[in-house]
């Protein structure tokens, strides 16, 4: 009897093959793979070889941006003329500090008065010369803060709500005191109110209550940032007229009326903002 031994050689299924990380350093594994990758989605190996080949390019690409050279830097001459001709610009333009008399003169600033301050929550304040002034450098300025009425009312109002970090509704919800200031201020006012934590939000909040996209808005060239940011928000349409000129805002109004007469479009809503 013979017997017929077969001797095959072994290779190895890289397609079933447990992942063994020196892989990587093997040349055979990445042909394999690429050739499975490319049989299985060719054109998703395509995408990732290319990317490869990029991100390589672009890490060991050499940098072809110009190195400053000696031609290109300025000699102590040329510095020196720069120097000579540059004339340095004030931090405030002069035409606003005239204007707002922030440029004084020097020897009126060393003959003014300095009044000591004593400290303290107290709303008037007293010079060396015994002459009273209203202190508008601190938040107590009407004394409020040492009147018997508000600190009364404070401790009352600390008794009943406690304290915390902050107070609008946006974090505790409306409350009762809330609902309260705005019926009174209705009633003082004559018409419905709101109130708001803080003076930021309104603006925005209000306008964009009452003007939405197509809408005119006729705005006082000098309104506040935060009203302008509330007409960007709204989307409306935006004519400026000039600061409290009255005839400004009447010809703008003619001109909109013109304009309204000649294209016979829909009207639609305006608002003055001032």
Same mark, same amino acid.
């Given at each position: 009897?013979?017997?017929?031994?077969?001797?095959?050689?072994?290779?190895?299924?890289y397609?079933?093959?447990?992942?063994?990380i020196?892989?990587?350093?093997?040349?055979d594994?990445w042909?394999h793979?690429?050739?499975?990758?490319?049989?299985?989605?060719?054109?998703?190996?395509?995408?990732?070889?290319?990317?490869v080949?990029?991100?390589?390019?672009?890490?060991?690409?050499?940098?072809?941006?110009?190195?400053p050279s000696?031609?290109?830097?300025?000699?102590? +001459?040329?510095?020196?003329? #720069? %120097?000579? *001709?540059?004339k340095?610009?004030?931090?405030?333009?002069?035409? @606003?500090?005239?204007?707002?008399?922030?440029?004084?003169d020097?020897?009126?600033?060393?003959?003014?008065q300095?009044?000591?301050?004593?400290?303290?929550c107290?709303?008037?304040?007293t010079?060396?010369?015994?002459?009273?002034?209203?202190?508008?450098?601190?938040?107590?300025?009407?004394?409020?803060?040492?009147?018997?009425?508000v600190?009364?009312?404070?401790q009352?109002t600390?008794?009943?709500?406690?304290?915390?970090?902050?107070?609008?509704?946006?974090?505790?919800?409306?409350?009762d005191?809330h609902?309260?200031?705005?019926?009174?201020?209705?009633?003082?006012f004559?018409?419905?109110?709101?109130?708001?934590?803080?003076?930021?939000?309104?603006p925005?909040?209000?306008?964009?209550?009452?003007?939405? +996209?197509g809408?005119?808005? #006729? %705005?006082? *060239?000098?309104?506040?940032?935060?009203?302008?940011?509330g007409? @960007?928000?709204?989307?409306?349409?935006?004519?400026w007229?000039?600061?409290?000129?009255?005839?400004?805002?009447?010809?703008?109004?003619?001109?909109?009326?013109e304009e309204?007469?000649?294209?016979?479009?829909?009207?639609?809503?305006?608002?003055?903002?001032?």
């Amino acid at each position: 009897n013979k017997r017929c031994v077969i001797m095959a050689e072994a290779t190895t299924d890289y397609s079933f093959a447990n992942f063994d990380i020196y892989n990587i350093l093997s040349l055979d594994w990445w042909l394999h793979h690429l050739a499975d990758a490319y049989r299985d989605n060719p054109i998703h190996m395509l995408t990732e070889l290319g990317l490869v080949i990029l991100v390589l390019w672009l890490i060991f690409k050499h940098d072809t941006r110009k190195e400053p050279s000696e031609a290109d830097k300025l000699t102590i +001459r040329e510095q020196e003329e #720069l %120097i000579r *001709e540059w004339k340095p610009e004030p931090l405030v333009p002069e035409d @606003i500090s005239k204007q707002y008399g922030i440029l004084r003169d020097k020897k009126k600033i060393e003959s003014q008065q300095t009044i000591h301050i004593n400290s303290g929550c107290k709303s008037n304040v007293t010079d060396n010369n015994g002459n009273k002034y209203i202190h508008l450098s601190s938040q107590n300025y009407l004394g409020m803060a040492t009147n018997p009425e508000v600190i009364s009312a404070a401790q009352e109002t600390i008794k009943k709500y406690a304290v915390g970090s902050c107070g609008p509704r946006g974090f505790y919800g409306t409350m009762d005191i809330h609902l309260n200031l705005e019926h009174k201020l209705s009633e003082f006012f004559g018409n419905p109110a709101i109130i708001y934590a803080d003076y930021v939000g309104c603006p925005a909040s209000v306008i964009t209550a009452f003007a939405k +996209r197509g809408d005119l808005l #006729l %705005i006082d *060239e000098g309104c506040h940032y935060l009203i302008t940011q509330g007409a @960007i928000l709204s989307r409306s349409n935006v004519i400026w007229f000039r600061h409290n000129d009255m005839n400004a805002l009447e010809q703008c109004l003619q001109t909109v009326n013109e304009e309204d007469t000649k294209s016979n479009r829909p009207l639609n809503r305006r608002f003055i903002v001032t």
